[in-house]
């Protein structure tokens, strides 16, 4: 168990004990090596890079509390809030409280025998059918009945009290008991916050004005969580664009409506009314990012009314679990975890959500800060450090099916190395296997200095090798079929495996071979390490090895004095070659192939065998025209034909390098 999750302070002593808590709360939220061994796995076995590294994170290192997960869920509470009721309830709770209002004082004048009485009854007959002009209509009107005048007063007090309510927590309840008094207190919190809003618009330093505010409203606000003048900038700014998405959700005439019945229950102050102007314009100005102006119009789908201030909640609600979703299953090239509010995560998901986040969120940072991954304008891709470690794990894997004896069939540690003295030296580089010069080596330390024990301590840096003559090691252009086919037919990931095992191979057993990974589709191309690992199937038809040969013929001549090694891995006969276009090479492509392909890859298999290079194939599959090309080719070039099951590819293909690269494997070239 972890040691040293809590400790007691007793007689100015602390006493440790063992963690029962649950999981240690010291070790790291996520095993990052792990992670990056999960993402190495579906590269080895054919999957996307980037779908890989995005999967990491939207499943989790553990296959769970990943983006997708939360994001399913903020789903699942948008779909809820949508349902929450219908948008113009405080329309419809209006409408029917002024009818009941009306009701009532229709039974108290039919119980009246006076010409007043009737008079009344006629006006009220002649109200409008609106809801916002009838009770306008109403303003002065001396009701008869106590019942229906309270009902009448409940429509304009319900209103006020959800509006401010709406934009001012603590304001709600302050409003309904506090009078004259509570509504002067409303405008004297507008108008400092409006002086403090804009003296943090025009960039002056609010610290102690926010702190002398707060000390004055903020009991009359009744806010939470709030630390700072952003944070009740941002509270604010949120709330009012709720309130404009509602405005904005409502038909026409149920805005106009709704915007009338609002002045009034403001009771007609201009100066309470102007200061809420200034307040919109002042949050919109500060937080343009939440200008509800824009967007698409938001409809609740409930059969339940809602007032004025549920709704705009509801809308609230709905417009920060759209921005969740947007932030969780953001994909650009830029996109960052960092993107992701955690603040709103937290407050509609939960703290379990936030905290899911936060771990992913340093699981992401973790990798970057150790060098596994790297960002590039195309997104987050594997570092060099990590494709060694992905090399190593593919190598790995060969080498464990590989039953090729003892260590010497496979590594040959005075391959490349040097051979006489030339009484030079240099510094030592990764991979390199010349003896030390131990005098050199010891110099450079001293120079740096001893320790304050006086010890003197090597380290890698000091380090020198005695420059020796460069033997001759192997030029091996390994030429790998990128076609949709191998894709289709399960050999993708082999292919893959096999080119990132015999990379790692030549560059840490063999660091002075010249390898080259040449991929080839429609057109052929050279391939860095980290280009084969994101390379992904491509739906364009073509088989073009006479372009990959023609390139492989070039890096052989790169590297005259090195043993020249050609293996080529493909699943069909070639269907395309290079030809003259007007404006640059072009490939042409057809299926079956034509004579002129196969002349053309022939001519280059001709060229590949007169500078002395043997072309050793691989040939995935039984395809009949395929077995009867590589015969031919193998005839015509001395080489080899091998038909490993995929599997086996990476053994084969490691196995024949060895082989060719010690002279085994093929014919030398004539000098």
């Known amino acids: 168990m972890a040691r040293d999750a809590w400790s007691r302070r007793r007689g100015g002593r602390y006493r440790y004990g063992e963690w029962a808590g649950g999981p240690d709360p010291l070790a790291p939220p996520h095993d990052v090596r792990a992670a990056l061994d999960r993402v190495g796995r579906e590269v080895l076995s054919g999957g996307s890079l980037r779908e890989a590294l995005r999967d990491l994170l939207r499943n989790g290192p553990d296959g769970r509390s990943g983006l997708e997960d939360l994001r399913a869920r903020a789903a699942r509470l ?13 329309l419809t709770t209006a409408r029917a409280q002024l009818d009941q209002a009306l009701a009532a004082e229709r039974e108290e004048l039919a119980g009246r025998d006076d010409d007043d009485a009737r008079f009344a009854e006629t006006r009220l007959d002649a109200l409008p059918r609106s809801t916002a002009q009838a009770v306008r209509d109403l303003e002065d009107y001396r009701w008869a009945s106590e019942q229906a005048r309270q009902q009448y007063q409940q429509i304009l007090d319900h209103l006020r009290d959800d509006v401010v309510g709406q934009q001012f927590r603590g304001m709600k309840d302050a409003l309904r008991n506090g009078g004259p ?10 108008s400092d916050l409006n002086d403090l809003l804009a003296k943090k618009a025009r960039g002056e330093d609010t610290a102690a004005d926010f702190e002398e505010f707060m000390a004055k409203h903020g009991d009359t606000l009744g806010e939470e969580g709030i630390e700072s003048l952003d944070d009740l900038v941002d509270a604010l700014a949120r709330r009012a664009a709720a309130a404009s998405r509602l405005m904005r959700s409502l038909s026409p005439a149920q805005r106009e409506e709704l915007s009338a019945l609002m002045q009034q229950a403001l009771g007609n102050d201009v100066d309470l009314q102007a200061q809420m102007a200034q307040l919109g314009d002042n949050l919109r100005a500060l937080r343009p990012d939440l200008d509800s102006s824009r967007g698409e119009r938001v409809r609740g789908r409930g059969d339940q009314p809602l007032g004025y201030g549920e709704a705009a909640d509801a809308l609230q609600d709905i417009s920060e679990l759209d921005d969740l979703l947007d932030q969780l299953g953001a994909e650009h090239p830029g996109a960052t975890l960092d993107d992701v509010d955690v603040d709103v995560l937290e407050r509609q998901l939960g703290r379990g959500a936030a905290d899911d986040l936060r771990r992913l969120r340093d699981l992401e940072r973790e990798l970057q800060r150790q060098g596994w991954l790297t960002r590039s304008p195309d997104g987050l891709t594997l570092s060099p450090k990590a494709l060694r470690r992905l090399g190593q794990t593919a190598l790995r894997d060969v080498l464990g099916r590989t039953r090729m004896g003892g260590r010497g069939d496979h590594e040959n540690t005075d391959a490349g190395a040097g051979g006489e003295p030339t009484g030079a030296t240099r510094r030592w580089r990764f991979g390199d296997e010349q003896p030390l010069d131990v005098v050199r080596t010891v110099s450079n330390a001293l120079h740096r200095g001893t320790s304050p024990d006086g010890a003197v301590r090597l380290t890698w840096e000091d380090f020198e090798v005695v420059e020796t003559e460069r033997r001759a090691g192997a030029a091996v252009a390994l030429c790998v079929d990128l076609s949709f086919s191998m894709a289709a037919e399960g050999r993708w990931g082999p292919m893959k495996e096999t080119a990132l095992a015999l990379s790692h191979l030549v560059s840490t057993k063999f660091p002075h071979d010249a390898l080259q990974i040449i991929g080839f589709g429609l057109h052929a191309q050279p391939l860095t390490v980290a280009e084969l690992a994101g390379v992904e199937p491509d739906f ?9 040969l023609s390139l492989a013929r070039r890096h052989l001549r790169r590297h005259p004095d090195a043993e020249p090694v ?21 490939s042409f492509f057809q299926w079956p192939p034509t004579a002129e392909t196969v002349r053309a890859t022939v001519r280059e298999v001709d060229q590949l065998t007169r500078f002395g290079a043997t072309i050793n194939l691989f040939m995935l599959g039984e395809d009949p025209g395929l077995r009867r090309f590589v015969d031919a080719v193998a005839r ?14 990476g053994q084969y293909v490691v196995a024949d390098y060895l082989r060719a690269r010690a002279g085994r494997g093929g014919t030398r070239r004539a000098s």
């Open 78 to 90: 948008r779909r809820e809030a949508a349902r929450r009721g219908d948008l113009d309830g405080a």
């Open 566 to 586: 050609v293996l080529v891995i493909t699943d069909g006969e070639p269907t395309a070659h290079l030809v003259p276009g007007r404006d640059a090479t072009e």
């Open 636 to 649: 015509r070039n001395g080489g080899r034909v091998l038909s490993p099951s995929p599997d086996r590819l």
């Open 181 to 190: 008094e509570a509504m002067q207190a409303l405008k004297d919190v507008m």
């Open 540 to 548: 364009v038809q073509g088989t073009n090895l006479q372009h990959a």
